[in-house]
C-alpha cells in the first residue's frame, strides 16, 4: 500500500526565515511527487510535479526537490502571503494519488 | 475560464437523508476523483473515474455512490448509509493521456449533518 508522511505537522517562522518540509513516501513504481498549496476552506492549488530522483522545481520562494525516498519542500525568505497548509502526495502506476496529511505554515510579519 | 465548480459551498443536512454534490469541469479532462478531507487527515480518494460510463471504487467508498454519465460532470452522492458524513469534499479532475498526471481541484463543498 502507498504511503506518504509529511513532517513537521505545523511550522512557524519569521518573516524571512528559510525553511524545509519533508515528504516521505512509499510507493511500488513512483510516476510522479506532486506539491500542492491549500489555503483555508478552499481546494489544493497545484504547485509542482517531480518525476525522478534528483530533479528540481521552483517557484517564486518555493524550491522543490526529489530523492528516491522523499521530497523536500524548501521556502526561501518567506512572506506572510505564504502561509497555508502545503501538501505531498505520491502517484504509483495506477494514476492514483496518496496524499500526505499536509504541514501547516504561518509566517509572521 | 476554465476550472471545476462544486456546489453548493455549504450543505447541511439531517441524518437519515441522501444529499447530492456536484461537479463540473469544463476543461475536458478524461478523468475526474472524488477526495473526502477531515482535519489531521490526508486526502481520502472515495471514486473515480477514467472514462464516461465507467468508474470505480477508492479507498472509502462505502456509503457513496456516484455517476459519470457526461465527460464534464461527476456527481456524487452520500447516502445515509454513510456513518461520518460531515466532511469537506472536494473534486478534482485530470488529464487522461500522457505527462503531467497532476490533478486539479474544485473550490470544495463543507458537508455539515446533523
Known amino acids: 500500500e502507498d504511503q506518504v508522511t509529511q513532517s513537521p505537522e505545523a511550522l512557524r517562522l519569521q518573516e524571512g526565515e528559510s525553511s524545509s518540509l519533508n515528504c516521505s513516501y512509499t510507493v511500488s513504481g513512483l510516476r510522479g511527487l506532486f506539491w500542492y498549496r491549500q489555503d483555508p476552506g478552499k481546494g489544493p492549488e497545484f504547485l509542482f510535479t517531480l518525476y525522478s530522483a534528483g530533479e528540481e522545481k521552483e517557484k517564486e520562494r518555493l524550491k522543490a526537490t526529489l530523492t528516491k525516498k522523499e521530497s523536500f519542500l524548501h521556502i526561501t525568505a518567506p512572506k506572510p502571503e505564504d502561509s497555508a497548509t502545503y501538501l505531498c502526495?505520491?502517484?504509483?502506476?495506477?494514476?492514483?494519488?496518496?496524499f500526505g496529511a499536509g504541514t501547516t505554515v504561518t509566517v509572521r510579519a | 475560464d476554465g476550472g471545476i465548480t462544486q456546489s453548493p459551498k455549504y450543505l447541511f443536512r439531517k441524518e437519515g437523508q441522501n444529499v447530492t454534490l456536484s461537479c463540473e469541469q469544463n476543461l475536458n479532462h478524461d478523468a475526474m476523483y472524488w477526495y473526502r478531507q477531515d482535519p489531521g487527515q490526508g486526502l481520502r480518494l472515495i471514486y473515480y473515474?477514467?472514462?464516461?460510463?465507467?468508474?470505480q471504487k477508492g479507498d472509502i467508498a462505502e456509503g457513496y455512490s456516484v455517476s459519470r454519465e457526461k465527460k464534464e460532470s461527476f456527481p456524487l452522492t452520500v447516502t445515509s448509509a454513510q456513518k461520518n458524513p460531515t466532511a469537506f469534499y472536494l473534486c478534482?479532475?485530470?488529464?487522461?493521456?500522457?505527462?503531467?498526471?497532476?490533478?486539479?481541484f474544485g473550490p470544495g463543498t463543507r458537508l455539515t449533518v446533523t
Open positions: 473515474s477514467q472514462i464516461v460510463n465507467d468508474f
Open positions: 478534482a479532475s485530470r488529464s487522461g493521456t500522457g505527462d503531467p498526471y497532476e490533478q486539479y
Open positions: 502526495a505520491a502517484s504509483s502506476n495506477d494514476y492514483k494519488l496518496s
